[in-house]
């Protein structure tokens, strides 16, 4: 008999996490747990407010699943199909299909990439995230948190502080640096002027989501008149990838929690690579839970954005390790 449960998580940060619309030191996440027999199996959910999700939408939401949830479920497929029946957060989603899955991989033996016919990938490397803070604190950030090891630099910006920002974290180091707006930019020349001010562009491998997801005929224009590679984000959440993408950006960032299980998210690099589009795998503030979900499917992808464990205190699951920048399963020595 399927069991179903959920139950709240208080993550601290080991810094305060800043980006253009919101900042916090504590992260609180879901983990759902599912329980037959001897088996047990979980799910992280990592909601996020800018999506329209909170705590108290997802323990209703919880609710109305596991009151409508079938004991009969045959597999993985019959459950997405009867999720794809309710209204509830992408998270948490995510967070049951997850639980299902992993529940499936242990019952199987097989592992979550064979179960989702992927090819295995052991380790990769991620960016590290650079939150928005006063320019004059870049060097210390840096320094106490060793973020030589990165071979790749993501910094959060906004309208404010988003050049000299930028421009500091260049002078620091010698990696390439991801540019993250969260949709913080008001116009396409906004953008291009913020651009126009580098003289070392080559250093930005790519700008992600500066306009906001509603800007359509605005990101028409941007990726006309950029020089830099766009990455979609916020525009990106569980629908199917067609031409809209590839007509206002270069790629996409794939984040499970916004697609709503591994399936989806699959479905989504698969339709983007074959429209031509760059991909990444991203991650919210996450446990080490969700940062190894994201690993499952991690085959293939061009670029990674998956340090969500790494900014937190203590992760209460440890089933990630990182060395030099790259995020391997811990029991891969």
């Known amino acids: 008999m399927f069991i179903w449960n959920i139950k709240e998580i208080e993550l601290p940060l080991k810094f305060t996490w800043k980006i253009s619309r919101n900042c916090s030191d504590i992260k609180r996440n879901f983990i759902v747990e599912l329980n037959n027999g001897s088996i047990n199996a979980i799910g992280e959910v990592a909601f996020n407010v800018r999506y329209g999700e909170n705590r ?36 948490l989603k995510f967070g049951i299909e997850s639980s299902f899955v992993h529940y499936v ?23 590290f ?10 060097e210390a950030f840096i320094r106490e948190n060793n973020l030589q090891r990165f071979s790749f630099l993501k910094v959060k910006v906004n309208q404010d502080n988003a050049h000299d920002f930028c421009q500091e974290i260049l002078r620091l180091t010698d990696v390439p640096l991801r540019v993250d707006a969260n949709e913080s930019f008001e116009s396409p020349t ?40 766009l990455m979609a984000d916020e525009s ?3 629908e ?9 950006f270069h790629g996409i960032n794939i984040k499970l929690m916004k697609s709503g299980g591994y399936m989806k998210a699959l479905k989504q690099l698969r339709q983007a690579k074959l429209l031509g589009l760059k991909t990444m795998l991203g991650c919210m503030v996450e446990t080490s839970l969700g940062i ?42």
């Open 56 to 91: 108290e939408v997802i323990l209703e939401k919880f609710e109305e699943f596991r009151s409508a949830v079938p004991q009969d479920l045959t597999g993985i497929e019959s459950l997405v199909s009867f999720l794809d029946t309710l209204d509830i957060p992408q998270s």
């Open 105 to 127: 991989s242990i019952l199987s033996g097989k592992s979550v990439a064979q179960l989702m016919g992927t090819n295995v990938v052991s380790s990769v490397r991620t960016s």
């Open 129 to 138: 995230s650079i939150p928005i803070m006063e320019v004059g604190k870049v």
């Open 190 to 229: 906004q953008v291009i002027n913020f651009l126009s001010k580098f003289n070392n562009i080559s250093r930005l491998e790519f700008l992600e989501q500066p306009l906001k997801s509603n800007m359509h005929d605005e990101m028409l224009e941007l990726k006309k008149n950029c020089n830099v590679l």
């Open 236 to 238: 990106v959440t569980k």
């Open 240 to 248: 199917d990838i067609g031409s809209y993408y590839p007509e206002r």
């Open 292 to 333: 190894s979900s994201a690993i499952n499917i991690s085959g293939g992808v061009d670029f990674f954005d998956l340090d969500g464990s790494l900014l937190i205190k203590e992760d209460p699951f440890k089933l990630i390790s990182e060395e030099k920048g790259k995020i391997f399963y811990s029991y891969i020595q």
